[in-house]
């Protein structure tokens, strides 16, 4: 909706009737748990020849996903740990040739596609050179090691106008569908902070199959554990940030201005040179609602701020010996908050000056009990009451593969247009790796110049 | 770990009903109500070290003791071993809509519907055990009847799978398959397979502690001790409600490279209700019993004690003392246990000629 030559107060009126009829209709669609719908792409269409580089447990992933569709014939895959193709090859079954040298497999193979599930060091390399030989590239996330690379492997993406698609996987996920649905039409009021934590328990050490000291483990200990060492790898930022940070990007609809960082080698002092631990604040410099289309909240965004540009803070942390709410995002808006999981998202009103608590559906007895005796305050001290019943988001699919289902189809229709493409992958780069240096710097970093979209 | 000798100190219980039969496992402090955690203690042997790590999976807790050299190795071991049992769970759970059972569940009525190459064999092994347990094993079980028809109603009558196009097709509507109890024994084995790949050598296994499996003889060359809660050997008889004093190991059993599986049937009104379904009638089984299985690998153990179980005393003792070949797969050792007159009873009914 353009505000421009319309007076402002009928536009927010006609925007506010939109909201109300929406968040009615919608209500209806959520109460009771709402399964989202399936797959957005099409399970059949003409066959894809796709080649696998990196079958390790990623790798293995993958293939175990494109057995399944039928409109994927696996012609080759490629690793040079040899335990790793064995696996590889296992899992695409016989008469799928395996090469220890991509650059071989390119040429012999001939694939359509090429799906790299490397350490994060080698995409960059991998993928410029499945893009020269003419391929579809499907890569992994983080989609490179540095910005530098990024924006290089994006220029040549947008050159060659190849479908390239970056393996962020909530792309594809029902639920990050609906959370980003539900933010647009305002469900959430105006978005003000973004909470996201991945937090773990465990060592995130893989096992090295000869004891530690004897000839060799060296080498071993670096190739299977490339995670903590950070010739290979950038950490826990690239790792397990760059889901997050992502959403965190769709959702805002722009890039972190700055961020604000610490981290460390704290707990796992075993000799690894990545952060066990990181914690980070990101600035967002987010356009007015108005400017944002219909539906957000009006009443409870202060008149005299309405027309300019709003900061929302976004916390990341990520920590390995504490589990608690794992991987999960959480966005607050001045109507409600989001808690955000792969396999489910709920969705808590807040208690707002022109949403009477006892006028909520769902809610009358309580409410009404509420009314009568006039006890709102023994309420409004406990600390959970604001949640309410919360309103769930349900997905029956699985987003791995339905992001290769959408990959698939792409690279069928010849479409450029992924759901993750490079200019994604590189504002995901670029907003990772800023954290990063600001764990590294101690100051505040500001988003990288040469990952913007108009470098002034 | 936490200072035992602290005075506010309290060990954490686990919340579990007391119900028989159950794998015990000795010589492990089990704590349950954590999430998971890390332990490394002592081992017995020289050098050697224990570490115990714990994961929920499978609607259950996974929980691996591993014995080795490097309790950094054991650790990272350990940790795969879990990540691997997830894997599994995502792969064949059929309550979390995401797995591909729940897809199988959605789509294989509509369409033939290609799988992966290993939930193919898994599925073919699961036609195979069906067929080997006279339909007394079957990943079928929760599928509603099939109208109008006389006769089997099992895996066969109800799943098509096609080698060629990798696919799975259901014959009638409404098919569920439920790999519960063969997806825990599955996942045990799967996990034993990292053990060899990162030579460890010594390490005991379980899921839900109904389903065992040893590596190696652990600390004692003799075996990992495990013992059976509320039974005995031959025709002696227990108190049903012991408390937990008396309730001690009433089966002490050694293993070392086998499994051991237990399934059981409640008596009504017990605080554990059991979902076993008698496949051929579909009405759950009622008399409460248990059947314990020692087999080679942790899927063998559970396929046998639940179709032995639900087969019934006397169809299983008939198969016990006949074993028919069905060779690497036969039972070690099967053991059952009945209520009779509000006492329990515990019988070996076959053992494989040469231990």
């Known amino acids: 909706m353009k505000a421009g030559h319309v007076d402002p107060s009928a536009v927010n009126a006609a925007a506010n009737q939109d909201r109300r009829r929406f968040l009615g209709a919608s209500t209806a669609l959520v109460l009771g748990s709402l399964a989202t719908t399936e797959a957005a792409a099409s399970e059949s269409g003409p066959q894809v020849r796709v080649a696998v580089v990196g079958t390790g447990a990623r790798g293995s992933d993958l293939i175990r996903k494109l057995t399944t569709i039928e409109r994927a014939r696996l012609v080759a895959i490629c690793d040079d740990y040899p335990p790793h193709q064995l696996q590889g090859a296992k899992y695409a079954g016989q008469g799928v040739p395996a090469y220890d040298d991509y650059r071989r497999m390119l040429e012999e193979s001939k694939p359509q596609a090429v799906v790299v599930a490397t350490p994060l060091y080698l995409h960059s390399r991998i993928c410029l050179e499945a893009l020269e030989a003419g391929c579809a590239v499907f890569c992994e996330k983080t989609m490179c090691h540095s910005v530098e690379e990024a924006r290089h492997l994006a220029d040549v993406v947008n050159q060659r106008g190849a479908v390239f698609q970056v393996g962020l996987q909530r792309r594809a996920n029902a639920v990050y569908r609906q959370a980003q649905a539900m933010v647009e039409t305002g469900m959430l009021g105006q978005i003000t902070a973004i909470k996201c934590q991945w937090h773990r328990h465990n060592n995130w050490r893989r096992p090295v199959p000869i004891p530690r000291g004897e000839r060799g483990w060296h080498a071993l200990e670096h190739r299977l554990n490339w995670r903590l060492y950070q010739e290979y790898s950038q950490g826990l930022m690239a790792e397990l940030a760059s889901h997050q940070m992502d959403v965190v990007n769709r959702l805002l609809g722009t890039v972190p201005q700055a961020v604000l960082a610490s981290g460390g080698i704290d707990y796992w002092r075993d000799g690894r040179e990545v952060a066990d631990n990181v914690f980070c604040i990101y600035e967002y410099q987010v356009p007015p609602p108005k400017q944002r289309g219909a539906g957000v909240s009006e009443s409870t965004v202060p008149a005299s701020r309405g027309d300019s540009p709003y900061t929302v803070r976004v916390t990341y942390s990520s920590i390995q010996n504490n589990a608690y709410e794992g991987a999960s995002e959480l966005v607050m808006g001045t109507r409600g908050s989001l808690f955000l999981t792969q396999k489910k998202g709920l969705f808590y009103q807040e208690a707002v000056q022109d949403d009477p608590g006892w006028s909520r559906a769902g809610r009358v007895d309580r409410n009404a009990s509420i009314v009568t005796s006039g006890k709102t305050l023994q309420m409004a001290n406990d600390p959970w009451a604001h949640r309410g019943k919360p309103f769930e988001i349900d997905t029956s699919s699985d987003d791995t593969r339905d992001e290769l289902l959408a990959f698939l189809d792409s690279v069928a229709r010849d479409d450029p247009r992924t759901i993750c493409d490079a200019q994604i992958g590189l504002d995901n780069t670029a907003t990772v790796l800023m954290g990063n240096q600001a764990v590294a710097s101690g100051s505040r970093v500001e988003f990288p110049r040469i990952a913007r979209r108009d470098p002034r | ?355």
């Not at chain 2, 060899?196 to 190696?216: C, D, I, Q």
């Not at chain 2, 059981?264 to 059991?274: D, I, K, R, Y």
Request: net charge negative; aromatic share 6%; proline share 7%.
């Open chain 2, 1 to 355: 770990m936490p200072d035992a000798q602290h005075p506010a100190f309290q060990p954490l219980r686990p919340i579990r009903g007391r119900s028989i039969p159950d794998v015990e496992i000795r010589d492990v402090a089990f704590q349950g109500g954590k999430n998971r955690e890390h332990e490394t203690r002592d081992g017995r042997g020289r050098g050697e070290h224990q570490i115990v790590c714990r994961r929920p999976a499978m609607g259950t807790m996974f929980e691996f003791l591993l014995q080795g050299a490097d309790p950094e190795h054991l650790a990272a071991v350990g940790e795969a071993m879990l990540d691997e049992v997830t894997r599994l769970d995502q792969l064949l759970s059929r309550f979390d809509p995401t797995s591909e059972i729940a897809r199988l569940n959605r789509r294989a009525a509509l369409e033939p519907t290609p799988v992966d190459r290993e939930l193919f064999e898994i599925l073919l092994d699961c036609q195979s055990r069906c067929r080997q347990t006279d339909g007394y094993f079957d990943v079928t079980y929760a599928s509603p009847p099939i109208g109008g028809v006389r006769g089997p109603q099992g895996f066969d009558q109800r799943v098509r799978l096609d080698a060629a196009t990798r696919s799975v097709f259901f014959l009638t509507p409404g098919t569920l398959l439920d790999l519960g109890g063969y997806g825990k024994g599955y996942a045990l084995d799967a996990a034993s397979e990292l053990l060899a790949e990162f030579a460890v050598e010594h390490a005991l296994l379980h899921g839900g502690t109904s389903s065992v499996l040893a590596r190696g003889s652990g600390p004692d060359p003799q075996g990992w001790p495990v013992g059976l809660r509320g039974g005995q050997v031959g025709e002696l008889t227990l108190h049903p409600r012991a408390d937990d004093a008396n309730d001690s190991v009433k089966l002490p059993l050694r293993l070392i490279n086998r499994s051991l599986s237990s399934s059981a049937v409640f008596h009504a009104g017990s605080a554990v209700e059991s979902d076993l379904v008698e496949p051929h009638t579909q009405t759950p089984l009622a008399t409460a019993a248990a059947c314990s299985v020692i087999a080679p690998t942790a899927t063998d153990a559970e396929v046998w004690s639940t179709g032995l179980l639900a087969m019934g005393r006397r169809r299983a003792e008939t198969l016990a003392a006949t074993w028919l070949d069905f060779g690497p797969r036969t039972p070690q050792a099967v053991y059952w246990l009945q209520e009779q007159c509000g006492q329990i009873t515990c019988r070996l009914l076959g053992r494989e000629a040469r231990p």
